[in-house]
């Protein structure tokens, strides 16, 4: 198990920037796959991307790709999700979880991460 603590988000014009950061707790942080969701008001919580255990595999849902970019630092135990161009539309409450490298299933599936950080709220102005 690890615990996670999301930072980073914040009010951000049509166009412009953030970098999300999320600190996870536990010595075998290097052994989950690490994920980024996030969920709208109103709105069911969807898959933003992922990073496997090992970096090896990157995933992102068609809305972010080339946009966003998901990243991982085993030694600081952090993983960072890059949001450039940011669209009011991907104003919501961003979270970041973590399964371990062990659970087989498609990465996209909230269901299959056991550990979840806070969220934090990132707002795009238009």
């Known amino acids: 198990q690890v615990q996670l603590v999301e930072s980073g988000g914040g009010l951000v014009q049509a166009g412009g920037s953030l970098r999300l950061s999320c600190a996870a707790s536990?010595?075998?942080?290097?052994?989950?796959?690490m994920g980024w969701f996030r969920q709208a008001p109103g709105k069911e919580r969807e898959f933003v991307a992922v990073?496997?255990?090992?970096?090896?595999?990157?995933y992102y849902t068609d809305s972010v790709k080339g946009r966003f970019t998901i990243s991982r630092d085993n030694a600081k135990n952090t993983v960072y999700l890059q949001m450039n161009s940011l669209k009011p539309e991907d104003t919501a409450v961003y979270y970041c979880?973590?399964?371990?490298?062990?659970?087989?299933?498609?990465?996209?599936?909230?269901?299959?991460?056991?550990?979840w950080g806070q969220g934090t709220q990132v707002t795009v102005s238009s």
């Open positions: 979880a973590a399964r371990s490298r062990k659970v087989i299933g498609t990465y996209n599936n909230a269901g299959l991460y056991e550990d």
């Open positions: 536990g010595r075998t942080f290097s052994t989950y796959d």
């Open positions: 990073i496997t255990w090992s970096s090896s595999s990157l």
